[in-house]
């Protein structure tokens, strides 16, 4: 059964830092690209950075230059440094494997998020 648990979220003041992992299991992790996912109040699901098998990185204009993913394969673990965190990336973060179904991502089905609140 494929399962994320994802930990590292916390309070932190405008222009802060966080960083937070996801322990993937239930799958082979090395052959499957992760992403992270974040959801507010009130608004869509955000896919906010991925990471290929390839290494390969994407992160939309919004995060772009202040996280950064990285995995290691070796603890079937993928991480998300969060720098220079702003109010708007307020929200529950989550994590999931590249094949699974993005629309199902903030729905909790395959772990819970972790909160991140960021304050002025």
């Known amino acids: 059964e494929v399962h994320f648990a994802v930990s590292g979220g916390g309070s932190v003041q405008t222009g802060g830092s966080l960083a937070l992992t996801c322990l993937a299991s239930?799958?082979?992790?090395?052959?499957?690209?992760m992403r992270w996912y974040r959801q507010a109040p009130g608004t869509e699901c955000e896919l906010v950075s991925s990471?290929?098998?390839?290494?390969?990185?994407y992160y939309p204009d919004s995060v772009k230059g202040r996280f950064t993913i990285s995995q290691d394969n070796a603890k079937n673990t993928v991480y998300l440094q969060m720098n220079s965190l702003k109010p708007d990336d307020t929200a529950v973060y989550y994590c999931?494997?590249?094949?699974?179904?993005?629309?199902?991502?903030?729905?909790?089905?395959w772990g819970q998020g972790t909160q991140v609140t960021v304050s002025t």
């Open positions: 990471i290929d098998n390839g290494g390969r990185t």
């Open positions: 239930g799958f082979t992790f090395e052959d499957s690209g």
């Open positions: 999931a494997a590249g094949f699974l179904p993005s629309i199902s991502a903030c729905s909790g089905l």
